[in-house]
């Protein structure tokens, strides 16, 4: 079986520490390759001279990208301190957080990128925008978005799954049907089903009802698996079945049953879904309190 790879973005914030703590708490495996991976914020290219006039720029620039560095080497000796049995690369690149988290992940292929809910200035993200939400955006493979928590790590997990049949979602419900949870852990599948608005006329509120229809019948038998499959590596699983825009059903269970994480598919069943709750993943990522892993 070939290592997982996990890529963790690290600015040496309160929040990028918060995401080195919240691995203990991921059920990841033994055998793992590593990554931490700072960037040198660069928000305009440094010209090398000015007028014919060669500049220092360059030299702050090396500066930047050594202090970038010696951020990923101590999350690198966090990250062994943590997971001795890990094997962990530190490297740093000058540029926009963002674009060069995503550019690196598309060179490494990762399984999962892990990065704080906030960087470590608000200019960076005033030029930037939200990294987190960047790479939640654009990359290719899963991302968890690490938030703090009090809990000892040795603690049951509470964790909360959506569920609703597509292909995402049940490679979310798959992740952790392949993590180690302690003893005690709970799992709680959450389905939220969207009440569309009244319909201009008869026969479009008779399809839609169909369609309903459809999907109450699709999305329970995608419950009732990955019930079975969640009870089947130990989990004690309860589920949540209603009527409610999903985005706001997910966090609400999760703060109720003061959750961990959140895990949720990128994408949902189709278009139709998406006119009706918008995305599901990148809403659910900003408003939840504990940290969330968005699968693909």
Known sequence: MEAMKIMIGYDGSSHADAALADLRRAGLPRKVEAMAFSVSEEWIPAPASLGGVATSFPRFESEAEEEALKLARSAKAVLKTLFPDWQVHAEAVTGSPGNILIWKSNEWEPDLIVVGSQGSTALGRFFFGSVSQKVLHQANCSVRIARPSRKSPDAPVRLIVGVDGSPDSDA????????????????????????????????????????????????????????????????????VVKEEDPKGLLCAEAESRDADCIFVGATGMGRIEGTLIGSVSSAVAMRAHCSVEVAR
Not at 183 to 188: L, N
Request: aromatic share 2%; charged share 25%.
């Open 172 to 239: 979310a419900v798959r992740a952790i049907t392949t993590r180690h949870w302690p003893k005690g852990s709970e799992i709680c599948v959450v389905c939220g089903m969207v009440v569309p608005p009244p319909m201009a006329s008869e026969q479009m509120a008779i399809e839609v009802e169909k369609w309903i229809a459809g999907e109450k019948t699709r999305t329970a038998e995608a419950i009732e698996a990955a019930v079975k499959k969640l009870r089947g590596i130990g989990l004690t699983t309860s589920s």
